[in-house]
């Protein structure tokens, strides 16, 4: 079994080392990830800028390859020019941080699964929700399963797993839950600052807005000490409003 493993923290984040250890007991394993953290750029690739891939080591063995890219160009240049064949599944991550409701649509981790399922190959994205507590044993003992049951029962065409698990012990889990996107968001705001040129600039920040209160919605299940377990699908056509949009008699 090949596994193509990515992700949106950089290659030299702890959680794609710990996901590269547990999945190497099973297959084999290849490292492609940015350089450099490229953290919410979205399906972004590179088009007017060429990419540049360097070997990377930890303690004198070879690890993956670097790549001056977005994930999603992680996962192109992996497949197309890296590997030996393709892989039998690509898994992003271990990101830090939650990748659930509206921050799907911003996430490079889950856009680069979703580039693996455009090229025609299953795919998973796996999220730790904190950005402090790096508690990465269960999440990386559940990719192991998940991988086993994706190719054993196989996914729809389009559909990835967006899972998020919450930073705790295996004992604290309370769960696994199937779930579906939330519409959580922030409320945005921009803080006005001045440097030392005396120019100014603005810094984006906000806070979480729970809109969801369901106990099937991703990150509703992940405050309950859950890991929520999301198909996503990028078919992105409203067919409700298809057929409405018939009815404005505006076709010729």
Not at 153 to 179: D, F, Y
Not at 220 to 237: A, D, G, R
Request: hydrophobic fraction near 40%; glycine fraction near 8%.
């Amino acid at each position: 079994m090949k596994i193509l493993i990515t992700n949106d923290d950089g290659i030299h984040s702890e959680g794609i080392y710990r996901l590269k250890l547990a999945l190497e007991k099973i297959a084999d394993v290849l490292v492609v990830a940015p350089d450099t953290e490229r953290s919410a750029v979205g399906h972004a690739i590179t088009i007017s800028d060429p990419l540049r891939v360097t070997e990377v080591e930890k303690d004198g063995i070879f690890f993956g390859h670097a790549v001056n890219g977005t994930p999603a160009d992680c996962v192109k240049i992996g497949i197309s020019c890296l590997m030996e064949g393709k892989p039998d599944i690509v898994v992003s991550g271990i990101n830090l941080g939650p990748n659930t409701a509206t921050n799907i649509i911003y996430s490079g981790t889950v856009s680069a699964a979703a580039e693996s399922v455009i090229m025609g190959i299953p795919s998973m994205a796996l999220s730790l929700a904190s950005f402090t507590v790096q508690e990465y044993e269960f999440t990386c003992k559940l990719a192991v399963e998940l991988v086993a049951k994706i190719l054993k029962n196989g996914l729809h065409e389009g559909t990835l797993l967006n899972v998020n698990v919450p930073a705790l012990k295996e004992e604290e889990i309370e769960g696994i839950v199937i779930t579906r996107q939330g519409k959580g968001r922030y409320e945005e705001f921009f803080d006005k600052r001045v440097d030392p040129f005396n120019r100014t600039y603005y810094w984006l920040s906000g806070k979480r807005m729970m809109i969801d209160s369901d106990n099937d919605i991703d990150d509703v299940v992940v405050t309950q000490n859950k890991v929520s377990i999301t198909p996503i699908s990028y078919e992105l056509t409203n067919t409700d409003m298809l057929q409405k949009l018939k009815s404005w008699d505006i076709e010729r």
